[in-house]
């Protein structure tokens, strides 16, 4: 599990500087930052065909199926398997 107080140790900065940091560079929050690039990974993960749905939700860091699929479909505009299938016939 992923937490801003974890990078901040990583980093030797307070959890304050590294969101300011953060945000200056991506203009999102941490948890945004994170979910973000763990989508982009479930995204390459899925177009590879190699991983169940399910496995690339919990390889990803979602802690549920659920979580995973809602995200993916803010993110994207398309359900993991909508994205699975348009993967699968291009």
Known sequence: KLTIQ?????VFLSPRSVTNILRRISNMSFHEFVTSNRLQHAKSMISSNAFKLNQVASN???ESYSTF????KKEFGITPTAY???TKNS
């Open 69 to 72: 699929f809602r995200a993916f």
């Open 60 to 62: 990803c860091g979602f």
């Open 84 to 86: 699975l299938n348009q």
């Open 6 to 10: 974890s990078v901040a140790d990583g």
